[in-house]
């Protein structure tokens, strides 16, 4: 079987004339990240959500307005875009900025008495250096299961394609679900009071899995709502259906895991979240290979390996949470 799809349109002059790049923007992003982590920490997830909300907005207007020009503004056409991305990041930043410095939080931004401390230093990369990691391993999963599912072919790879695009949806609900947790958890076990921070972590972990398990539930019983909106094909469609059943039931596993692995961060034991991380990049390589240069399990067969891989990651970190390990450490 073999998938055709249409020519492409010649694309029109004015598309492929070159086009000067935007600002550069990673000032204003890794700034507004900076600050971002900082009032997160201080339990202020409400100013954020406010500020990127009026951020977004503030994108979506002036997007038109630069590209196509309007009253004094000139049309700077493709390059309004990046403007307007630029723009809308540096007012966010801003904002923050104004915010941390108001007093309004515990944590107050002055550079007065500021002094660099190897320890602080030591302690910042101990659990930031695995954290960064973690979203390298992730895609590197991604990488190696869309090798893996283009060889099964075309339609094969274009279901896969359709079918981990939920899987990823699922990673901005979970982490802002799981911000909390970094915030309270920390604040809990900084204030002594051990059971309560525990007991945040598993009813957080409780609450990612009903979001995760209810997209999944959705993913079992009608996957179709979601393949619609890439694929008219019936054998994409079929193949995505068939990835997505399997891959649903362990939707929770996923959510499960990301909560409770912002609670190891909250303790400052990030090497457990990257491990179990680590464990389901193996788990996907070696049974990928297998699947497709042993068996002829297909598609199927790699939507289990990936499942099987999920649950690996989610046990990992609630084994190791439910015994303690993150606490060893401080």
């Not at 503030?58 to 309004?80: D, E, I, K, Q, S």
């Not at 802002?176 to 911000?179: F, K, P």
């Given at each position: 079987m073999s998938v055709t799809a249409?020519?492409?349109?010649a694309l029109e002059p004015s598309v492929t004339a070159p086009?000067?790049?935007?600002?550069?923007?990673?000032?204003?992003?890794?700034?507004?990240?900076l600050l971002t982590s900082v009032i997160r920490g201080a339990g202020q997830a409400t100013v954020l959500g406010v500020v990127y909300v009026a951020a977004d907005l503030?994108?979506?207007?002036?997007?038109?307005?630069?590209?196509?020009?309007?009253?004094?503004?000139?049309?700077?056409?493709?390059?309004?875009a990046g403007v307007a991305t630029v723009t809308s990041l540096a007012l966010s930043t801003l904002a923050l900025a104004w915010y941390l410095a108001s007093g309004r939080t515990a944590i107050t931004l002055s550079l007065r008495g500021v002094r660099f401390e190897r320890r602080l230093f030591a302690e910042i990369l101990r659990v930031g250096a695995?954290?960064?990691?973690q979203p390298v391993l992730r895609n590197l999963t991604l990488v190696l299961l869309t090798g893996f599912a283009a060889s099964q072919g075309p339609a094969a790879l274009a279901a896969f394609g359709t079918a981990v695009r939920l899987e990823y949806v699922q990673i901005p609900l979970t982490f802002?679900?799981?911000?909390g947790v970094l915030a309270m958890v920390g604040t809990n076990l900084g204030a002594g009071r051990i059971a309560r921070a525990?007991?945040?972590?598993?009813?957080?972990?409780?609450?990612s899995m009903t979001v995760t398990g209810a997209i999944g539930l959705l993913a079992l019983t009608a996957p179709e709502l979601w393949i619609v909106f890439f694929s008219a094909d019936p054998a994409v469609r079929a193949d995505a259906a068939s990835y997505l059943r399997i891959m649903s039931l362990t939707y929770p596993f996923f959510g499960l895991g990301m909560a409770l692995s912002y609670a190891f961060q909250a303790?400052?034991?990030?090497?457990?979240?990257?491990?179990?991380?680590?464990c389901h990049v193996v788990f996907v390589s070696l049974g990928g290979w297998i699947v497709t240069r042993?068996?002829?399990g297909g598609l199927d067969g790699l939507a289990l390996v990936n499942a099987l891989g999920l649950i690996v990651y989610g046990t990992t970190l609630a084994v190791s949470f439910r015994a303690g390990a993150w606490r060893a450490r401080r």
């Open positions: 249409p020519p492409l349109p086009v000067r790049p935007a600002p550069p923007t990673p000032a204003a992003t890794r700034t507004g990240l503030a994108h979506v207007l002036l997007v038109p307005l630069l590209v196509f020009g309007a009253g004094p503004l000139p049309a700077l056409g493709v390059r309004g695995p954290m960064s990691l802002g679900l799981s911000a525990t007991r945040i972590a598993w009813i957080a972990g409780a609450l303790a400052g034991r990030a090497s457990w979240p990257l491990l179990a991380t680590a042993l068996t002829d």
